[in-house]
């Protein structure tokens, strides 16, 4: 299953790779991979497709890298949601972000850390 993800193993290739795709104007989506979606993957096979589909998968585990290298031919390396979230949001100002779903005090709260921060 862990093979079928897709997890890139470099940040900076990984990162090299999303910015082109939005430079490209292309549409897709990006998953942080990480226990809890292994575990969701295995109890709902939709969800498991859902995940396929997905452009991009980035390690957001340490357990997920370590199960992923011990059975893999390939390594890769833990690059947090959070972590891509700030390299894209922070670091570079050319993209436009849109946010769903969540509680409305949730979405609140990341527009005041957003702004505090940018």
Not at 49 to 63: H, L, M, Q, S, W
Not at 75 to 82: S, T
């Amino acid at each position: 299953m862990l093979k079928d993800l897709k997890l890139i193993q470099s940040r900076k290739i990984f990162l090299e790779k999303v910015i082109f795709f939005l430079e490209n104007n292309n549409k897709g989506f990006c998953c942080a991979i990480n226990a809890n979606i292994i575990v969701e993957c295995f109890k709902k096979y939709p969800y498991l497709e859902i995940i396929k589909k997905a452009v991009f998968n980035t390690c957001d585990g340490i357990n997920v890298k370590r199960i992923y290298n011990l059975t893999q031919k390939s390594k890769i390396n833990l690059y947090p949601g959070p972590d891509l979230f700030n390299d894209l949001v922070f670091k570079d100002h050319r993209y436009k972000h849109y946010f769903l779903g969540g509680k409305e005090s949730i979405l609140n709260g990341l527009k005041e850390n957003i702004l505090s921060k940018n």
